[in-house]
């Protein structure tokens, strides 16, 4: 299909040569390649986009990122860089590229005034952001995003209309010792990245930041982090017991999915989840993503103009039509 629409897509700052090798070297076969594809936004990108029928590409900083910066200062100026760096290199090719803002999310305010400037400013589509920030003195704390303070944030993001991707990050600090130290081969894709954005967004559900911000539009990738699979039986325990028990957020988890959230085909290229998604889901919620370059575009786009679905009109939605809508996107 041609004028695929592809939302989840990274980039890195060339000068941080050691981070980007040290992070291809959990996630990527050949480290070199990767730093490389990583790195380059205009030329091999573009040519991949050309060959596999992608369109338009929304790019997005590389995991881990600002996120795991806890000196607040160095985050917010790491932030800056990057949404300053990507719009100027993309500046030429608004027919082929947007970018999501990243964020420093030490600070509600800050990050909602730095959204606010690469919303107006560049004309980004929204902001990715990677699950929780790491804070505190050391680097052990985590902020979620899920609590009142953190209101004033996503009433700017539905002031700006524009949609924010939950992305994941790999666990740290104490999490990482107890949890994943020895079963490290489970960190990244396998397992702690499903649990650490569903936990996230599960509790932003249960802590009622979509029930006070009704219009907020949350992506997340990977088909889902694993929630479609347990809708059934986190419906069937937050209405049948948690809610008799105190649970206080006002609408059905299938409610929030319809209304606030969305799945991407990100770095998961099966045709029986997809179908499974659709079921559970719905179409209209689904949009096709890469995951670039930790996934390939031979695998995701040959994969995804091969399928065929119950509704022959899905395929456009998923493909691009639902992105174009989200994102207001113009011609390309
Ligand atoms: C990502 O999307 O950022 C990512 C990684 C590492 C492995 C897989 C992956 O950062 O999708």
Request: net charge negative; glycine share 8%.
């Amino acid at each position: 299909m041609l004028g695929k629409v592809a939302l989840e897509e990274a980039f890195a700052l060339p000068r941080f040569k050691e981070r980007t090798r040290w992070w291809a070297g959990m996630f990527a076969v050949d480290a070199d390649k990767h730093a490389n594809e990583i790195n380059d936004i205009t030329e091999t990108r573009i040519k991949y986009m050309d060959k596999h029928g992608v369109g338009y590409t929304i790019l997005s900083y590389t995991a881990p990122g600002v996120q795991d910066i806890w000196d607040p200062k160095e985050a917010q100026a790491l932030a800056v860089e990057v949404n300053d760096y990507i719009a100027e290199t993309i500046k030429s090719h608004p027919d082929r590229f947007g970018a999501f803002a990243t964020l420093s999310m030490h600070d509600p305010n800050e990050a909602a005034a730095e959204l606010k400037r690469c919303v107006t400013k560049y004309g980004f589509k929204g902001a990715l952001v990677n699950d929780t920030q790491r804070a505190g003195a050391d680097g052990d704390d985590m902020v979620f995003y899920d609590g009142p303070e953190w209101d004033v944030f996503w009433a700017t993001v539905v002031e700006l209309d524009v949609a924010f991707y939950l992305h994941p990050r790999n666990p740290t600090g104490t999490i990482h010792e107890k949890l994943w130290a020895k079963r490290s081969w489970l960190i990244g894709p396998p397992l702690s990245f499903a649990q650490g954005v569903s936990l996230h967004l599960l509790g932003m559900v249960t802590n009622g930041v979509f029930d006070r911000h009704p219009k907020l539009q949350i992506v997340i990738g990977h088909l889902g982090e694993h929630i479609p699979f347990d809708l059934w039986r986190i419906n069937h325990w937050f209405e049948d017991v948690k809610k008799p028990l105190g649970l206080s957020c006002k609408k059905t988890i299938r409610e929030y999915f319809a209304q606030n959230i969305w799945i991407t085909t990100s770095g998961h290229f099966s045709t029986p989840t997809l179908e499974y998604c659709i079921t559970e889901i719905g179409a209209d919620r689904i949009l096709f993503s890469i995951d670039y370059p930790f996934e390939s575009f031979g695998d995701a786009c040959n994969w995804y103009d091969g399928v065929t679905l119950k509704n022959k009109e899905d395929v456009a939605k998923i493909g691009k039509e639902n992105a174009k809508k989200l994102f207001k996107l113009g011609a390309f």
